[in-house]
């Protein structure tokens, strides 16, 4: 289950509840746009295409730039498709790389969403915080 259930960005750290949730937001009509975290060139790139980095700016991004994730945020959604919802898959692995940085990219995802909200327009967050890493023993691994 999410952290807040008010919050923008919902953290899940149990994958069965991440895919319940994709296909409620689904179900309600929000484009569900996918961004791998496992490497930071995967995740600068999945990042680009879901927000359309290129046709906003004329350039794929080397590294995250936190104003222009702001302004790329502006765009999307929009009249076309006003509900999206980012999944950041395997976000741990971005957090560990990025430490506050990856924390602050929320704070404007969370900022984003609201102003989104005065347009009728919905943007929101997942986090799948599932360690790949982990060892799973017993049922259910």
């Not at 996918?34 to 290129?54: K, M, P, Q, V, Y």
């Not at 350039?59 to 995250?64: A, D, G, K, Q, V």
């Not at 498709?81 to 990025?98: D, I, Q, T, W, Y």
């Not at 924390?103 to 404007?108: E, G």
Request: a negative charge.
């Amino acid at each position: 289950m999410g952290v807040e259930h008010c919050s923008a960005v919902q953290r899940f750290e149990n994958p069965d509840e991440l895919e319940k949730a994709l296909t409620g937001v689904e179900r309600e009509g929000y484009l569900i746009k996918f961004i791998e975290c496992g490497t930071n060139s995967t995740f600068l790139s999945d990042l680009a295409d879901a927000l359309l980095w290129e046709e906003q700016f004329g350039y794929r991004p080397e590294r995250l730039n936190l104003d222009a994730l702001n302004d790329a945020l502006r765009g999307v959604p929009n009249e076309t498709e006003p509900k999206v919802a980012l999944v950041f898959r395997n976000f741990l692995s971005h957090l560990r790389r990025s430490g506050t940085e990856a924390l602050r990219m929320l704070s404007v995802i969370e900022d984003q969403s609201r102003d989104h909200a005065a347009f009728n327009e919905r943007l929101i967050a997942f986090l799948e915080m599932a360690d790949p890493d982990a060892v799973r023993e017993g049922p259910g691994a």
